[in-house]
C-alpha cells in the first residue's frame, strides 16, 4: 500500500527541529588513475540542485558516476574531486556538512543479537543524549518506527528481519535526530517490488517533512520512477537530464527519440544514454550545460519543451537560508552525548551482544576445557618429575601457544565486518572512535579473564605443578598477558585486511614471534648472530616463556629423581634457568614489556582503524601509490 503524507506522521515532534537544507553543486569533477593511461574521469563538470522537501533519485547506466556522486555530496569520498558544492548558498564547509547529514550506505549493516527497539534505544541514548528523557526517547522512537512501518517488529531480533526491515531499520537509525540531509545508496537493491514501492514511499513520505532525500537507484520501475519529485541522470560522467521523472518523456520527444507507448520511462532513457537509438548524449548534455535544470512537477506531459519551467543554477539562495545554514554549523549535531557516556552504552551493546550469542560463548568455553585437559593429559604429573623438566618446558610454551593463537582468531575473523558498521556508524557521527575502541578493548577482557582461568585451572592441577599461590597467580598473569598482546596483534592486522587477507596473514606472522622465542636456549648467547639478537627483542613471547620459566622454576626445591631413571639432569631447577641462559632474567621486568608491547600493539591497531575510516595526507599518499603499482601490475601481466 502505497504511503502519503497524510498516513504517516512525518513531523517527529519529539525530536530536534531542523531547517530546511538545499543543496547545489557545480563543475564537480572527479577522476583515478589508472597506472599508465594516467587517470579515467568519472565526473565530467556535473551541475545540479537538490531542494529540501523533495525525494531526489541518481540514475543512470552502470559506470555513470552514481555512487561517485553521492560519496562526493556526502562528504564520504571528496579527495581528488574539484568543483564547488554550496549549502543553501555558502561554500560548503565539510566537518559541519558531516554533522547535519546522514549517510545510509547499500548493505544493510545493523548490529546484531539487539531486537529493533534496543538498537533504536542504543542509537537514541548516543545521539541524543541527557537531555532528553528517557520517556521522550521512547516516544521519538515509536513515531519513528510507526513511520517506516516498523512498529509491529519493535521486539524482533535483527537478525531475523527480513531484508524491506532491514533497509527500513537502517534508514530509523538515522532519522533519531532529524537530521535535514538524507544520503541513500541503492535502497532498493535486492527488495523485491512491493518492497521497491514501500521504501520509495516512505522516502517520499519523509522528504515531505521537509528533508533533503538523495538516492542512487538502479534501474526503477515506471511507478517507482514517477514518484520521485526530481530525477538526476548521468551518462559516462555527464548530466542529461534533471527534472520530474516522467517528463522526461517530451524532453526526449524534442531530442528526435519517441519513447514506445506502455514502455518504462526509466529504462528508455538509460538505453539512451547507452546509445541504443543513435549518438544524442551529447546534444542532451548540451541542453543542461546553458546553465538550466529542466523542472515542473505540475505539468506532465507538456506539449513542447520550450513550455517546461526554466531554473537558473547559479540564481541566488536567498538571505534567510545563508542565516539558516550559519545556525546549522554549530556544535548541536555533532556526538550529542558526551565520551564517558558514548563509552557506557558502547560497552553495554558489546556486552549485551555477547551474553546473547550462548552457542558461541558455549563453544569458546568447551574449546578452552577440552584443550586444557588435553594439554593437562600429555604433561600430566610432570610438574614435579626431575626427569621431565624439558617437558615441562615443553609444557609452558604449548600454554604460550595456546593464549597466543585462541585470542586472536576470532578477532581475525569477525573485526574486518565489524569495521563496515563502525564506518558507518562512525561516518554519521554516533560516537568518537576513541570511546568505541576503549569499550572494545574492555569489553572483551571479562571473557578473557574467565574462559582462561578455566584453561590454566585444568593443566596447572593435570600436571603436577608447585601448589603454591604466587606461583599460580604469576603463572595465570603470564598466560592472560600473552592472550591480551595476542587479540591486540590480531586486531593490528584485521583493522586493514579483508577476512581472507587477515586469516592468511595473522596465522603467518605468528610464526617468527614463536621461532624467535625458543631461539638459542642452551647454546650461549654469543653465538647467537647480531641481526638475530635484535630480533628476539621484538617477540613477545619469549618475554612471555622467560616470565613463566621464573615464575614456575626459580629457587624451588631440587626434584627427586624418579626410581626408574638411572641419572636425571635437571633436578636442580636454577641450574636449568642458567644452563638455558635465563638466569639474568627478571619476573617483573618480563610483565612490564609486556605490558609495553600490549600498549604499543592496541595502540598501533587504533592509529590503523583511524586511518582507515579517516585517512590523513601520509595514508593517502601510500594508498594512491599502492594503487597506481596495483595498475602497473596489472597492466604488466
Known amino acids: 500500500m502505497e504511503l502519503t503524507s497524510t498516513s504517516r506522521n512525518t513531523s517527529m515532534r519529539y525530536l530536534p527541529k531542523r531547517p530546511p537544507v538545499d543543496i547545489e553543486f557545480n563543475d564537480v569533477t572527479y577522476s583515478v588513475p589508472q597506472g599508465r593511461k594516467g587517470s579515467k574521469m568519472i565526473l565530467r563538470s556535473v551541475n545540479g540542485q537538490f531542494r529540501s522537501g523533495q525525494l531526489t533519485a541518481i ?46 550506505m547499500q548493505e544493510d549493516l545493523v548490529q546484531p543479537m539487539l531486537s529493533v527497539e534496543e538498537a533504536m534505544m542504543v542509537a537514541a541514548d548516543l545521539k541524543l543524549g541527557k537531555n532528553m528523557t528517557k520517556n521522550d526517547k521512547r516516544k521519538a522512537i515509536d513515531e519513528i518506527l510507526q513511520l517506516l512501518r516498523l512498529d509491529k517488529a519493535k521486539n524482533t531480533s535483527t537478525n531475523g528481519l527480513s531484508g524491506g526491515e532491514r533497509k527500513r531499520l537502517s534508514v530509523a537509525l538515522e532519522l533519531l535526530n532529524n537530521p535535514p540531509v538524507l544520503f541513500l545508496d541503492e535502497p532498493t537493491t535486492g527488495l523485491d517490488d512491493m518492497s521497491c514501492s514501500q521504501c520509495i514511499a516512505l522516502l517520499k513520505n519523509i522528504a515531505e517533512g521537509g528533508r533533503t532525500v538523495i538516492c542512487s537507484v538502479h534501474t526503477p520501475s515506471a511507478k517507482l520512477f514517477s514518484m520521485f519529485d526530481n530525477v538526476y541522470i548521468l551518462s559516462e560522467g555527464q548530466c542529461v537530464y534533471q527534472g520530474y521523472g516522467p517528463e522526461v518523456v517530451p524532453f526526449l520527444s524534442e531530442m528526435g527519440i519517441d519513447c514506445p507507448k506502455h514502455y518504462n520511462p526509466a529504462d528508455f532513457i538509460i538505453e539512451v544514454c547507452c546509445n541504443e537509438y543513435g549518438e544524442y548524449q551529447d546534444r542532451m548534455v548540451s541542453v543542461i550545460h546553458n546553465g538550466r535544470i529542466i ?85 600430566f604429573g610432570m610438574g614435579q618429575d626431575g626427569s621431565k623438566t624439558l617437558f615441562n618446558f615443553g609444557f609452558y610454551f604449548c600454554c604460550l601457544i595456546f593464549f597466543m593463537y585462541i585470542p586472536m582468531m576470532p578477532v581475525l575473523l569477525q573485526f574486518p565486518r565489524e569495521i563496515q558498521l563502525v564506518k558507518r556508524e562512525h561516518f554519521n557521527k554516533w560516537y568518537r572512535l576513541s570511546a568505541y575502541f576503549a569499550a572494545l578493548s574492555l569489553s572483551t577482557l571479562p571473557v578473557q579473564i574467565i574462559l582462561g582461568s578455566i584453561y590454566v585451572v585444568c593443566v596447572y592441577f593435570l600436571t603436577d605443578q608447585p601448589l603454591e599461590m604466587d606461583r599460580l597467580f604469576m603463572f595465570f598473569l603470564i598466560c592472560i598477558l600473552t592472550g591480551v598482546i595476542s587479540e591486540s596483534l590480531g586486531l593490528l592486522i584485521a583493522a586493514q585486511l579483508t577476512v581472507v587477507n587477515a586469516m592468511f596473514v595473522g596465522p603467518v606472522a605468528t610464526v617468527p614471534f614463536m621461532l624467535l622465542a625458543v631461539y638459542g636456549f642452551g647454546s650461549g648467547y654469543d653465538t647467537i648472530p647480531t641481526l638475530i639478537k635484535i630480533a628476539m627483542y621484538f617477540s613477545y613471547l619469549r618475554y612471555s616463556l622467560e616470565g613463566l620459566i621464573h615464575a614456575m622454576l626459580k629457587d624451588r626445591a631440587k626434584l627427586s629423581c624418579p626410581d626408574t631413571e638411572e641419572y636425571c639432569i635437571y633436578t636442580d631447577l636454577n641450574f636449568f634457568i642458567k644452563d638455558m641462559g635465563m638466569e639474568n632474567t627478571m619476573y617483573w621486568i618480563d610483565v612490564l614489556v609486556l605490558c609495553f608491547i600490549f600498549i604499543l600493539f592496541r595502540g598501533g591497531s587504533y592509529y590503523l582503524l583511524r586511518q582507515r575510516l579517516a585517512p590523513n595526507k601520509t595514508f593517502i599518499a601510500l594508498q594512491y601509490i599502492g594503487r597506481l603499482i596495483k595498475s602497473h601490475v596489472g597492466i604488466a601481466r
Open 59 to 104: 540514475l543512470g547506466p552502470s559506470g555513470a558516476g552514481k555512487s561517485t556522486l553521492l560519496n562526493i555530496l556526502a562528504g564520504y569520498k571528496c579527495q581528488g574531486a574539484t568543483g564547488q558544492i554550496l549549502v543553501n548558498g555558502q561554500p560548503r564547509n565539510l566537518k559541519q556538512f558531516r554533522k547535519m547529514s546522514r549517510y545510509i
Open 295 to 379: 523542472y515542473n512537477k505540475k505539468s506532465i506531459l507538456p506539449s513542447s519543451i520550450q513550455e517546461l519551467k526554466e531554473v537558473d543554477i547559479s540564481s541566488s539562495i536567498s538571505s534567510i537560508k545563508e542565516q539558516v545554514y550559519s545556525e546549522l554549523s554549530s556544535s548541536t549535531f555533532e556526538h550529542e552525548s558526551n565520551w564517558m557516556t558514548q563509552f557506557s552504552i558502547l560497552i553495554s551493546r558489546m556486552w549485551l551482544q555477547m551474553w546473547r550469542d550462548r552457542s558461541y560463548l558455549f563453544l569458546r568455553m568447551i574449546l578452552h576445557v577440552i584443550i586444557g585437559v588435553l594439554i593437562g593429559t600429555l604433561y
